[in-house]
């Protein structure tokens, strides 16, 4: 075996040896320290591989492999210039295999360090409060993170009642009842009141002249067109140009004559008592994960309170029956000005319900709110309107009809809400997720005395130490005595 020679340093003394820890290292001392091994024969450090407590496996073969890709000791020293006394500096290829070594032969274990800081320590109980306050009053108490939930399953019917008495020129006195303003009779978690209408009385299919406008208008008949139609007219070019007055002519057409002339949209509303109209509203609800049903009509609600009740939300929270006009002020609008136009209001059943408790606690709760766009940005085609006809036969056969174009307020049902139980299951979920938070005070602690305090260096050198298998044959590293 070769003798081994301790390296001098610039003062011509011994260098410590591998493994000499001195007492007076102040700062540094958890710096690596390291002197590269005697060269063997083969490049190898003295004695590697012939312990006799070491066994070969896939680690040793691993290394081995390692060496003869990355070659270190010999190769390098067989590069210096003779006589050159400064450090050695390691070649890129050398610095690659060493971090290929690190990556694979190195094991990171936390390691335990007793801080006596009041500052550390007070943010480290602080966080950890914080945490426990999130945990319980969030995740428990607000979030009922205990339960299992589940999401309504509804069905919803409407019967609206009220009569209006109109007196128009054309139509001369006339009671409404709900057969004639409520299109259709019967909808899905909707219902639609007429509140004003343009009627076109008596049109049969004829020729008549057109609604006049910059493509209606004309002065001889080769301005119009036989068979043309636009999808804005009321029925199909004669090639006829006809008066419409005394002063204009249109093309005529072939359609319902005469034709409709919805230009004037009556103001005020033709029904403005429909504000006093009612609406019967029925729900009944579901939550099938926990086999639970209820309606909005309570136990406690019997037929005498359900003929006179009218919802209000102090004196009446739960009766299920609204005046319309109510709907419409509770959601901050006028009901007449909406009624000339119409539009679409909401009417939102809310069903929240801790079925801990006991079932009569899970109790509607209704809000309203105005869906259709009122933004004064936005007044191309406002409100909500359609068209309807009521046909007719005459004694002859001669069949006719009255056309109306409907205006009125459509009023959805939204239901929406959910249920929930105590269940072991995401109990559990939750407060293991909770425990898990409380390591985010660690990780804070470990940035603020790393990073931010003064002795943030004598702190790294207790926090880290470093340890190394020799039986890889690699440099052997000393950290700090601690």
Known sequence: MNPISLPKTAQGEPAAPPGFRSPQLGRGQGRRLAEPPAVGGEGRPSGAGTSPGTSPGAAGALSGLL???CPRGAAAAAARPAGDSRPP????????????????????????????????????????????AYVIGWVFLW??????????????????KGVALTNTSALGARIWD????????????????????ILTLNQHQGHCPELPDDTTECRVNKDCVPGYVDIHSSGIQTGECV???????TCEVFAWCPVEDDYVVPRPALLQEAENFTVLVKNNILYPKFNFSKRNILPSINSSYLKKCIYDPQTDPFCPIFRLGQIVKSAGQ????MAVKGGVMALQINWDCNLDRSASLCVPEYSFRRLDNTDSAHTVSPGYNFRFA??????????SRTLIKAYGIRFDIIVFGKAGKFDVIPTMINIGSGLALFGVATVLCDIFVLYCMKKRYYY?????KYVEDDELGLIETYGTNS
Do not use: W
């Open 67 to 69: 060496e003869a890709l």
């Open 89 to 132: 500096s390691p070649p890129a290829a050398m610095v690659s295999c060493g971090a290929l070594h690190r990556f694979l032969f190195e094991y990171d274990t936390p390691r335990i360090v007793l801080i006596r800081s009041r500052k550390v320590g007070l943010i480290n109980r602080g966080v950890q409060l914080a945490i426990l």
């Open 143 to 160: 979030e009922k993170g205990y339960q299992e939930t589940d999401s309504v399953v509804s069905s919803v019917t409407m019967k609206v």
């Open 178 to 197: 709900a057969a004639d303003y409520v299109i259709p009779p019967q909808a899905e978690h909707t219902v639609f009141v007429m509140t004003n209408a």
């Open 243 to 249: 008066s419409y007055n005394n002063s204009i002519k």
């Open 334 to 337: 006028n009901f007449q000005e």
């Open 390 to 399: 009521k046909y007719y036969k005459d004694s002859n056969g001669t069949e």
């Open 460 to 464: 790294r050198e207790k926090k880290y």
